[in-house]
């Protein structure tokens, strides 16, 4: 690659490589090299056979980490699953959301207040020794318009909600690939307390399948006694979230502490996702 | 970067994730590289730039920290020169027209990580040395100093390895 241009002794001594490397990479202005090279033909040309070198130098660092593709950083794609989010063409912020969810509120607290008159007035009818019939069939009318219900009282498990209370981190998250006894999740959302971009889960029951969208439960709370007392207390839920079309429980651990990934049914919007 | 402008994001990334792929690369990623972009994404749209930097300063910044973070758990100078082994340029935009001289991959899984970050951001994002010195934290002549001992290793490298050039 070099075959300079041979010049004398002193010329070298006080213009070398180094000195010529550094004008040509722009690290100094070095008028006293530039002025030399101009009246000195054999320097000149060593400068320009330095400046060859540093554009091959760049040639071949681009050659080696050469650009991506050109559809690269389309967000359709599914490896930005988890960019998703920030994208969305309505981002709510946090103050119209508790709005909305106010409003809501307002609307369906009378319509929830009347179910449970009606409940707890047939409750009574039947202990009466009367409307068992009817009873029934209110049952399964509610059951199959309020599915947000579910779990209250599947096996004696712990609600969604129950549930959820007992864990002060909540996140959606997209599963990554196992790594020894870690497996990784990139977080789309979360839903509760703080959580990095990336959480890091030692792996208890065994890898849950890379990509699949999951619940994750994690950072039980202090005095917990149910799903989150224990890894193996978590099994004890497995009935309750059945409902909502979720995978069974799989236990990790975070921080040294018991936590739980549930995956989502496929096809679940984390945008719109929302805590029963 | 602001939560309701989703638009002024996804433009962003649309410009950048590409640098930020190569400069994750050349900290010693292949085939989690594309993770690590979305991590570096992900910080950024949910952190707040501090108040006393420029937003592309501390970007870089994040970039570099996001493969520092990771090649502290699994760096090793054999794995990177794999994954420069790896690159298929036929896949890439600007394919070149023959590989990378071996020679040169080497030298550049042998430079310290400092100085091969120092490469990333001269060539990949095109940085003038203020900004690289910004994004390293460190003074403009250690960038100088740096980038200057990078290059001469490798341009060494291809002189030792018989590489011709092609004026």
Redesign the interface.
Known sequence: ??DHPRADDATLGVFDD?RL??LA?G??DDPELIAAAAADDMLRRRLETMR???A???????????????G??D?ADP??A??RE????E?P?PGRARGRASRRLRVLAPVAAVIIALVVGLTVLERQGGGTASLRSHQAATEASAPAALGGGAHGALSFADQVDEYALVVLARA??ARGAVQ?F??VRVLKGTAP??LRLRIADGAVRVGGLHLLLLRPLAGATGAASSVGGLSTTKGSLDAYGVGKPVAYSYHGEPALARKLPPGTDPRTFTLP | MR??Q??A??EF???Y???V??IL??QGFCE?V??AV??V???V??AQVPAEETFLAWFYRVILNTGRDQGRRRKTRQGLMDR?HQ?A?A??????S????PA??EA?ADLSPELREC??LR??ADLP?EEIAQAQDVPVGTV?SR??GA??R??TS??QS????H?
Do not use: C, N
Request: proline share 7%.
């Open positions: 690659m070099t180094d490397l550094a990479l690290l100094d060859g070198e540093v091959d130098v760049a040639a071949q660092v681009h050659a080696a980490v050469p650009a991506p593709h050109e690269y950083a967000l490896r930005w988890g960019l920030f994208f969305a063409a981002s912020r990554r690939a990784r990139t977080v971009a990336v | 939560r309701e989703p638009e994001r996804a990334f649309r410009r994730a590409p640098q792929r190569r690369f050349l989690e594309d993770d979305q991590e994404f992900i910080k749209y949910r420069l690159i340029p896949a890439a935009a600007d394919a070149p023959e590989p990378a001289d040169l991959r550049l490469v990333a060539y990949f040395l100088k980038l200057h290059v001469k490798l341009r291809l002189d018989g590489f011709e050039r004026d």
